[in-house]
């Protein structure tokens, strides 16, 4: 696609977004499988469940704005992510250690999305997409509750049982 307007960029943005959001929504079972903590888990799988209200969103807000389907384009970070994250999983070793690992690579994503649903956010109120802002303000929120989630978790239970 060629970008010349904001409004190109959003779009892509958006695409880029996605194309992410399916692709961790795709490893989670996986992670799952290969994760030990219950309260991990549970995290796991609640998340999980707000990423495929996230993709819903994305697609409602693509037919909100006219802009189409979202589909065509492939994150490549989102791809290195995964990839990472099932090598953490394919690893040998403690179960409260690699638990401590996984944490580390979903909070890697955690951020990644975080850094573009802000972009995203900046530019839907620079459009003036109302409808855009409020969907996007709410994945932001997830996403950031979630990291926060991690960082706890990790913090106050799960780093201790991996010294
Ligand atoms: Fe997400
Ligand atoms: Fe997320």
């Given amino acids: 696609m060629s970008l010349n307007s904001l409004q190109d960029l959003f779009v892509e943005q958006l695409q880029d977004l996605y194309s992410a959001e399916q692709q961790f929504a795709a490893a989670q079972t996986k992670t799952l499988a290969g994760v030990s903590d219950s309260d991990l888990k549970a995290g796991i799988e609640q998340h999980g469940q707000e990423t495929q209200a996230q993709i819903t969103r ?14 065509g384009k492939t994150c490549q970070a989102a791809k290195g992510l995964v990839a990472e994250g099932q090598e953490m999983l394919g690893e040998d070793g403690d ?33 003036g997409h109302q409808d855009a802002v409020t969907a996007l303000e709410q994945t932001l929120e997830e996403e950031k509750a979630t990291d926060a989630k991690l960082s706890q978790l990790a913090e106050t239970s799960i780093n201790a049982q991996a010294v």
């Fill in 58 to 71: 994305l697609e409602q807000l693509a037919q909100t704005l006219g802009i189409g389907s979202l589909s």
């Fill in 95 to 127: 179960p409260a250690v690699k638990d401590a690992g996984i944490i580390a690579s979903l909070q890697r994503v955690e951020h990644y999305e975080i850094a573009g649903y802000g972009t995203a956010l900046a530019y839907a109120k620079r459009l």
